[in-house]
């Protein structure tokens, strides 16, 4: 059986029963879905929520329920890849890059073909697309992957990129302006043609995460998530397009259309990662022609700025910056992009024994790999990078800041980011910093770095100790509800 949603939801919650919350009472859509996941995140969990009666944008009631929160758990989304949660970043990059190419299957063989709506019978508002925030300019198709295809070289090319409806078969996209799919649009709109596009929603969390695979243009996610689902991924034609534009198979929901040239409509005003609103701008206009869905299909709804969007969106970074990384500096053990740190805007990186000007290199070698990143903390391996106050412990005892803070302006940042000064049409710049939390070098080769001894107690006394032997369960489910 291919691996899907379906077949990741009852394997996890067969083994994880707790981690899973299915909500039978009905849910009104606006705010309520956004304001249940964030309580959850401010008590320190993340289970995966199903919604199993939500409402449609009219508030009435819909057949299609919602899932969220399923990329909000690192164990989880690491669990998904065949991974650990300490592990992803080695493990994601060597996944994506034993790539395995997709098949494709007949219509018959493909689920996401189930209803197929044409013509009058396109309707993307029977859908429940929640609104989230409060000053935002409505609902919003959050947990969307956009393919669009080159028309030279037959190349597609995934981003995990939104749509707000304007009306029951038209949506505004929000395409990043210097995106891969972007270039496809305007490659299509040079030639004097529409674009086509297809936006697919709900897949297994390997499929969703290879879909923000950070490849070069022209490269194909469906070999990444093939590579991190460790099968093939099946692939469909598109009823609109054939296959000249293909899409999952497996998927829950695909909304298939084309992207008039040089059309835009006014792209209502959203959340983003920074957990603050985009302004409402000119944004391409997406015209659906059919709507193909499973006939109980999952609206997989992601909430912008929560543990969901922020976990999900820094697997791919993380790959990439332990790739980079890597080059420059050999001694590099681990990344990772914490959720106390935006999830991809903070990077704490651990080295082994660094060579002299090795962490000054890599620092200025990392806050340059992406736009989104701005601050990076190089620690030591015997620092915990995925326990905060373990860095922070570095940072406090072991940084001299007279020496080994780096403040490097005029970098690539993102416009997503409030404090990005912006250039050129989306271009934005800004000022990024990297600290030294590194031990000192030894005073010559060979010799040992020296130091204060750091306290530790004895792994031996640590294991013995388990909390669940001397605090009773229902004691210290207090105690976390509590903290």
């Known amino acids: 059986m291919p691996q899907d949603l379906r077949t990741f939801l009852a394997q996890w919650e067969q083994q994880h029963p707790e981690d899973v919350v299915r909500i039978s009472e009905p849910v009104d859509i606006k705010y309520n879905v956004a304001g249940l996941q964030l309580n959850l995140e401010r008590q320190g ?80 508002l029977k859908f429940p697309i929640p609104t989230h925030h409060e000053n935002s300019s409505g609902p919003e198709i959050t947990g969307s992957y956009i393919t669009t295809v080159d028309p030279d070289t037959g190349v597609d090319n995934t981003g995990c990129q939104r749509g707000d409806p304007v009306d029951g078969n038209t949506l505004a996209l929000f395409i990043g302006t210097n995106s891969h799919n972007a270039l496809n649009v305007a490659k299509w709109w040079n030639r004097g043609e529409d674009a086509p596009f297809a936006m697919w929603i709900g897949h297994h969390p390997a499929a969703v995460l290879g879909g923000q695979v950070k490849y070069g243009y022209q490269e194909s996610h469906w070999d990444g998530m093939g590579g991190l689902l460790g099968e093939p991924l099946r692939l469909v034609p598109t009823e609109t397009w054939g296959d000249r534009l293909r899409v999952p198979a497996d998927a829950e929901i695909v909304i298939e259309g084309v992207i008039p040239k040089e059309t835009w409509t006014a792209g209502g005003q959203f959340g983003d990662w920074a957990r603050y609103l985009i302004p409402s701008e000119p944004r391409p206009v997406g015209k659906v022609t059919c709507i193909t869905h499973r006939k109980d299909a999952y609206f997989h709804d992601i909430v912008t700025g929560c543990a969901d969007h922020q976990v999900s969106g820094s697997f791919a970074y993380e790959g990439a910056l332990y790739a980079s990384c890597k080059l420059v500096a050999p001694e590099v053990v681990n990344v990772h992009m914490p959720l106390s740190g935006m999830g991809r805007a903070t990077a704490y990186i651990q080295v082994k024994d660094p060579k002299p000007g090795n962490v000054r290199a890599l620092i200025s070698a990392a806050l340059g ?57 989306r271009n934005g710049i800004g000022t990024k910093m990297g600290v030294d939390c590194t031990l000192p070098q030894a005073r010559e080769p060979g010799f040992p770095r020296h130091y204060q001894m750091a306290m530790r107690v004895p792994q031996q006394a640590l294991d013995a100790m388990k909390v669940g032997d001397y605090v009773p369960a229902d004691k210290l489910r207090a105690m976390l509800r509590e903290a």
């Open 369 to 425: 790999r992406d736009p989104q990143l701005r601050n990076v903390f190089v620690v030591d391996d015997d620092v915990d990078i995925f326990d905060d106050r373990q860095v922070w412990w570095a940072f406090s005892t072991r940084t001299h800041l007279d020496k080994d803070l780096l403040v490097i302006d005029n970098l690539p940042s993102s416009p997503m980011n409030p404090i990005t000064r912006m250039e050129s049409g």
């Open 45 to 124: 969990v993340f289970p995966i929520l199903i919604i199993e009666h939500p409402t449609t944008v009219d508030g009435l009631p819909s057949k299609f329920p919602i899932i969220t929160n399923l990329m909000a758990s690192r164990r989880r989304c690491a669990a998904a890849v065949g991974s650990r949660s300490d592990r992803i970043a080695q493990e994601y990059q060597r996944k994506i890059s034993g790539r395995i190419p997709p098949e494709v299957v007949s219509k018959s063989q493909a689920p996401v073909k189930d209803v197929i709506d044409r013509g009058e019978a396109v309707n993307l």
